[in-house]
C-alpha cells in the first residue's frame, strides 16, 4: 500500500475526524464542539468560529451530519449538529485509516505512541 | 453588554450574503462570540481583554463566505420542551414556521420597494391577462364552438344569390313563412329550426329598467341542437303557433347566474321585456349562448312573440315573405349528406321561387356546416378567426415572455 494514501486521508480528514467523534454519541452545538476539541486535546488543538462553522457546514453538505435549531425554555435557541447513519460510516471509515496512518507513521520513526 | 449580532453582521456585511443564509449565520455566529467572552470573563479576564479575544474568532471571514454559499438552505426548526430530544416529534410544525417566516420575509421585501413590485406585478398581469383573454376566445371560437351533442350533423340553412357566395360565409336569412315550408316540406333533415340574430330589448323591473338581448326561436330549437335545460324546461310545439299568445322564456345561464343571483325560484317568475311579461320557463345549459361564437342572447322567446316583442321593426314579420329575419339550423337526417341537404333544399327554393315569384324567385339555397357561420357575427369565416387567433396567440405569448424578461432585468439590476 502506497504510504500517501493513508496520509492524504489524514490531512483531509483530521479535522473532520475530531467533529465526528464528538457527535457519535449525542447532538452538540458548535460551542460545545470547539470547546470540547480543545479542553480534550490539551488546549493543543483550537478552533476559530471562521474554521469550525465551515467545516461544519460542509458536513452537512455531504450528509455526514444534520442540524436543528433546537428552542428550549428559558434559554436562547440553538443550533445542534448530530451524525447521520452516512456520518456514522465515515467515522468508522475515518477512525481506521487514522490508525493506520498512525501505525505507519510508528514503524517508520520507531516512535510507539503517536 | 456588547451586541453580538451586530458585531457579527457588520463583518459579514462585505461577503453579501443571501439574506437568509446571513440571518442564520449571524445567529450562530454571535451566539458563540457570547459564549467565548462569557467564558473569560469568568474565568477573571476584563471585558476589554475578553471582547477583543472573541472578535479575533472572526478573522479570515471568506472560509465563511465560501461555505455558506455552498450550504444555503433553508434551515430546519423544531421545538421541543425543556429536557426534550433534540429530534423533533411535529416535523410539520417547523415546515409551518418556515412557511410562516417565508411569508413574512417576501412581505417585508414587497414593502420595501412598492414601486418595483406595482411594476412587476403590472407587467406579468399585462402579459398573462393577455395571454389568458386570446385563449379564452380561441377556446370559444375554435376548439370548442358550439356545447351541444354532435355539432357536426348540424347545418345552417338559408339563402344566396346564385353565383354568389355571401361574404360572411352564413347563408342570407329567410323568412319566417318559407322556414315553416322547408320544415315541412323538406326530405334531409330530422328537424329544422329559425333563429333571429340577438336583438336589444328592455327589461323593465320594479326598480330598474335594464338593456338585455333576446332572441327568437322556433319551439323546435333547442331540441334540434340536442340540449336540455339545466332546469325547468324548453318550448313546447304549440308554442309558437299562435302570434302573441305564448309570453314564455328561456333563460341564458350566465343571465341567470349574473342579473337573477343564481335563484332557485326563478322558473315560473315573470320578467317584462318590452312592456310584455314573459314566464321564465327554463335555463339553458351553461356555455349554451345559442349558435354565436362569441356573443349570445340572454333570453329566447318563441317565434310567435315577434310582433308583440318588437311591434315595430317585426310587425308581420311571421306571415310576410319579404320580412327575412330568421337563420335555420337543422340536424341532418342520418346517413345524409351536406351535398344531398344541399341538393334537396335547391328544389325546394325553386318552388318557393315559382309559387312566390315576388319575393322567392333569384334565390337558391345555402346549406353549410353549423361552424362555418358560428363566427359569421363576429365579420370573419372560421379559416379567417383561425388565422387571427393563432397569430394573436403567438404574438402575446411573445409578449408574455417579454414582460418575464424584462422582469428578471429588473430583479437582476437591483
Not at chain 1, 7 to 16: C, D, T, V
Not at chain 1, 44 to 69: D, N, Q
Request: glycine share 8%; aromatic share 8%.
Amino acid at each position: 500500500m502506497p504510504p500517501t494514501s493513508p496520509e492524504q486521508e489524514w490531512k483531509k480528514g483530521s479535522a473532520e475526524l475530531l467533529v465526528l467523534s464528538l457527535l457519535e454519541d449525542q447532538p452538540r452545538h458548535g460551542y460545545d464542539i470547539s470547546k470540547l476539541i480543545q479542553i480534550r486535546s490539551g488546549g493543543v488543538l483550537r478552533f476559530h468560529v471562521t474554521s469550525l462553522y465551515p467545516l461544519l457546514y460542509r458536513l452537512e453538505e455531504r450528509g455526514w451530519i444534520a442540524s436543528r435549531w433546537v428552542e428550549k425554555a428559558e434559554q436562547r435557541r440553538r443550533r445542534y449538529y448530530n451524525l447521520t447513519p452516512e456520518g456514522r460510516k465515515v467515522l468508522r471509515a475515518q477512525r481506521k485509516s487514522w490508525k493506520e496512518f498512525v501505525a505507519a507513521i510508528s514503524l517508520v520513526t520507531g516512535v510507539e505512541n503517536a | 453588554m456588547h451586541n453580538w449580532k451586530r458585531i457579527v453582521q457588520d463583518r459579514l456585511a462585505l461577503l453579501h450574503l443571501e439574506p437568509t443564509a446571513e440571518l442564520d449565520l449571524v445567529e450562530e455566529l454571535s451566539q458563540h462570540l457570547e459564549d467565548v467572552y462569557r467564558e473569560l470573563r469568568s474565568s477573571g479576564a476584563d471585558d476589554e481583554e475578553a471582547y477583543r479575544s472573541a472578535v479575533s474568532e472572526l478573522k479570515d471571514t471568506y472560509a465563511l463566505r465560501t461555505e455558506s454559499v455552498r450550504a444555503q438552505r433553508m434551515p430546519q426548526y423544531d421545538f421541543v420542551p425543556p429536557g426534550g430530544a433534540v429530534q423533533g416529534r411535529f416535523p410539520w410544525i417547523g415546515l409551518i414556521d418556515i412557511l410562516w417566516r417565508d411569508v413574512r420575509y417576501a412581505t417585508r421585501i414587497l414593502r420595501k420597494a412598492p414601486v418595483f413590485v406595482l411594476i412587476v406585478v403590472l407587467m406579468l398581469g399585462l402579459g398573462i391577462g393577455a395571454n389568458t383573454t386570446v385563449f379564452t376566445v380561441i377556446n370559444t371560437l375554435i376548439l370548442n364552438p358550439l356545447p351541444v351533442p354532435d355539432p357536426s350533423g348540424l347545418a345552417a340553412v338559408g339563402l344566396m344569390k346564385p353565383g354568389s357566395t355571401p361574404r360572411s360565409g352564413a347563408p342570407l336569412p329567410l323568412s319566417y313563412a318559407d322556414l315553416k315550408d322547408y320544415q315541412a316540406r323538406n326530405r334531409v333533415f330530422r328537424a329544422l329550426a329559425g333563429y333571429t340574430s340577438s336583438r336589444p330589448v328592455t327589461r323593465q323591473d320594479a326598480e330598474i329598467s335594464e338593456g338585455m338581448f333576446g332572441q327568437l326561436v322556433t319551439s323546435n330549437y333547442f331540441s334540434t341542437l340536442g340540449i336540455k335545460p339545466v332546469s325547468g324546461r324548453f318550448f313546447l310545439p304549440d308554442e309558437d303557433a299562435t302570434p302573441g299568445a305564448h309570453a314564455v322564456a328561456v333563460i341564458n345561464y350566465g343571465t341567470w347566474q349574473s342579473r337573477f343571483g343564481s335563484a332557485a325560484g326563478i322558473i315560473g317568475k315573470t320578467v317584462r321585456l318590452n312592456h310584455v311579461d314573459f314566464t321564465i320557463i327554463g335555463i339553458a345549459p351553461r356555455h349554451f349562448i345559442g349558435v354565436n361564437g362569441i356573443f349570445g342572447p340572454d333570453v329566447w322567446v318563441p317565434a310567435s312573440m315577434a310582433e308583440a316583442l318588437f311591434p315595430n321593426e317585426m310587425q308581420g314579420a311571421l306571415s310576410n315573405r319579404g320580412k327575412v329575419f330568421f337563420q335555420g339550423v337543422g340536424r341532418l337526417n342520418s346517413g345524409i349528406s351536406m351535398a344531398q341537404a344541399q341538393a334537396n333544399m335547391n328544389t325546394l327554393a325553386a318552388d318557393l321561387g315559382r309559387e312566390y315569384p315576388a319575393v322567392d324567385e333569384g334565390y337558391a339555397a345555402m346549406v353549410v356546416p353549423i361552424r362555418d357561420v358560428l363566427l359569421a357575427n363576429t365579420g370573419g369565416s372560421s379559416t379567417r378567426v383561425l388565422a387571427v387567433g393563432t397569430g394573436l396567440l403567438i404574438v402575446v405569448g411573445i409578449v408574455l415572455l417579454i414582460a418575464c424578461s424584462n422582469v428578471a432585468n429588473l430583479l437582476l439590476a437591483r
